[in-house]
């Protein structure tokens, strides 16, 4: 199984909304990743789990809160987004934080209304 | 990581091989080039990666220059699905930052 699952595909949220977006991976990655792309852009990285610990937060506002209850899955809680924050979300996974080889899922089209 | 650039754009006729040039000058001895490419609406997808030597997968083949400052990603025979945005990323091994830069946006034309 080399896929990394995100549910939901898309999500369409009030600014007073409370949601989360769920990323699942079965490899045995030990590395996660949190992505946000708006259209036209490329992805832009936000968070690095490694080892269920966050390692690296590239300076993402408050309103997004991850989470890795365990090496599968990982978690991105939302609240009180901007219009400005609709955007794809992308997760991936890798064997290792210092394995560039990275799988991503289809990701999660959020739009914030 | 050092920096890398890309053409915003290529074209490239089905069934032909599709070239696609990236330059890192600035590249590092313990930095490794990557390329991904991301079809429109879906994650990206790794392709094939190197050091200094040339390398050949399933999907595609990367010549790297003697100098390293340059590479050149190959798709031997390029169909429509390949259609996509190429991605060409420089990371030394144990970086966990995967940081992509704007791409090439190619178009394989029937």
């Known amino acids: 199984d080399t896929e990394v699952t995100q549910t939901p595909k898309h999500l369409v949220m009030g600014m007073t909304n409370k949601k989360s977006l769920k990323c699942e991976q079965h490899m045995g990655h030990r590395a996660m990743y949190w992505y946000k792309q708006k259209a036209k852009k490329p992805p832009e990285l936000m968070f690095v789990y490694s080892y269920e610990k966050l390692s690296i937060n590239e300076s993402v506002p408050s309103r997004f809160s991850p989470e890795c209850p365990n090496s599968s899955l990982l978690n991105l809680h939302l609240h009180a987004l901007q219009p400005e924050d609709s955007a794809l979300y992308l997760c991936?996974?890798?064997?290792?934080?210092?394995?560039?080889?990275?799988?991503f899922g289809q990701g999660t089209r959020l739009t914030v209304v | 990581d050092a920096k890398t650039t890309q053409p915003p754009s290529m074209d490239c006729a089905e069934g032909r091989a599709a070239n696609l040039p990236c330059n890192h000058s600035?590249?590092?001895?313990?930095?490794?080039v990557y390329w991904y490419r991301q079809i429109h609406s879906q994650g990206p997808q790794y392709i094939i990666h190197g050091l200094k030597n040339n390398e050949t997968n399933e999907m595609a083949s990367l010549i790297i220059t003697e100098d390293r400052k340059s590479s050149t990603l190959i798709l031997p025979h390029a169909t429509l699905r390949d259609t996509a945005v190429y991605y060409c990323i420089v990371i030394e091994t144990s970086g966990s930052r995967l940081t992509f830069g704007e791409g090439t946006q190619l178009t394989v034309n029937p």
């Open positions: 991936a996974s890798s064997q290792d934080r210092g394995a560039s080889e990275a799988f």
């Open positions: 600035t590249i590092s001895g313990n930095e490794y």
